[in-house]
C-alpha cells in the first residue's frame, strides 16, 4: 500500500517549457487535490476532484490544467512554464464525503528558469 | 478571503518542556480543524483533527478548539527534539465539501 505517489521528484524547466506533474493514490479514495507551497505562504490550493470526472478550480488556478484520468490518478499541467511556477507540487487524496482528512504525496520540486 | 494565521516561528522549546501553538481562522462556519506535522523537505503528515469544542488528546499531542473565539490550539507535551518541524494548522471550508484552507505555518525547535 503506497498511499499517495507522485513522479516526478524533481525538475528543471526553462520557461516556456510545458510538463505534467502525475499523481496516483491506492487508498480508493474519492477526491483528490494539487497544491503548491512557496516559503512563507503555506499550501495553496490549485486545482482539485471531488470525484472522478470532475475538477474545479482552486485558489491559484492560472497556468495549470488537471486531468483526472480514472479513480486512482490525478494529474497537473503546466503548458507554459513560467519562473513564478517554481514551486514544490504537492498531491493529496481524501476519502470523500466530508471527511477532510487528507493524505499527502511527498512532492515535486520544480525549478523553472 | 478566507484566512487561517499561525505565528510562524521558530518556537523555541527546551526538551522536556510544553510547546504551544496557536492558530486563529475567519470562516466562523467552519467545523473542522486538522493539525498537520512537516518535517523539512517533507511532505505533510496528520497528527490531529478535532471537530467539537473543547480538548482531544493523542499520546503528547493535545488539540484546544473554541469556535466561538475562532480558535484552535495544539500543545506537544514532553517536547522531543523529533518534534522539531514545522505545524500547519488547515480548517474545512464550509462551502466546499472537503476542501482544506491552511496556514503558513509555526516552526518548532526543540533544543537539547
Known amino acids: 500500500n503506497a498511499g499517495v505517489t507522485q513522479t516526478p521528484k524533481f525538475q528543471v524547466l526553462k520557461t516556456g517549457q510545458s510538463m505534467t506533474l502525475q499523481c496516483a493514490q491506492d487508498?480508493?479514495?474519492?477526491?483528490m487535490y494539487w497544491y503548491r507551497q512557496d516559503p512563507g505562504m503555506g499550501l495553496r490550493l490549485i486545482y482539485y476532484?471531488?470525484?472522478?470526472?470532475?475538477?474545479d478550480k482552486g485558489e491559484v488556478p492560472n497556468g495549470y490544467n488537471v486531468s483526472r484520468l480514472n479513480k486512482r490518478e490525478f494529474s497537473l499541467r503546466l503548458e507554459s512554464a513560467a519562473p513564478s511556477q517554481t514551486s514544490v507540487y504537492f498531491c493529496?487524496?481524501?476519502?470523500?464525503?466530508?471527511?477532510?482528512?487528507?493524505?499527502f504525496g511527498p512532492g515535486t520540486r520544480l525549478l523553472v528558469l | 478571503q478566507k484566512e487561517v494565521e499561525q505565528n510562524s516561528g521558530p518556537l523555541s522549546v527546551p526538551e522536556g518542556a510544553i510547546a504551544s501553538l496557536n492558530c486563529t481562522y475567519s470562516?466562523?462556519?467552519?467545523?473542522?480543524f486538522f493539525w498537520y506535522r512537516q518535517y523539512s523537505g517533507k511532505s505533510p503528515e496528520l497528527i490531529m483533527f478535532?471537530?467539537?469544542?473543547g480538548d482531544k488528546e493523542d499520546g503528547r499531542f493535545t488539540a484546544q478548539l473554541n469556535k466561538a473565539s475562532q480558535y484552535v490550539s495544539l500543545l506537544i507535551r514532553d517536547s522531543q527534539p523529533s518534534d522539531s518541524a514545522t505545524y500547519l494548522c488547515?480548517?474545512?471550508?464550509?462551502?466546499?465539501?472537503?476542501?482544506?484552507?491552511f496556514g503558513a505555518g509555526t516552526q518548532v525547535v526543540v533544543t537539547p
Open positions: 493529496a487524496s481524501e476519502v470523500g464525503g466530508g471527511g477532510q482528512t487528507q493524505y
Open positions: 487508498m480508493n479514495h474519492n477526491s
Open positions: 476532484s471531488a470525484s472522478e470526472g470532475t475538477t
Open positions: 470562516d466562523r462556519g467552519s467545523q473542522s
Open positions: 478535532i471537530y467539537s469544542n
Open positions: 488547515a480548517v474545512g471550508e464550509t462551502d466546499s465539501w472537503g476542501k482544506l484552507q
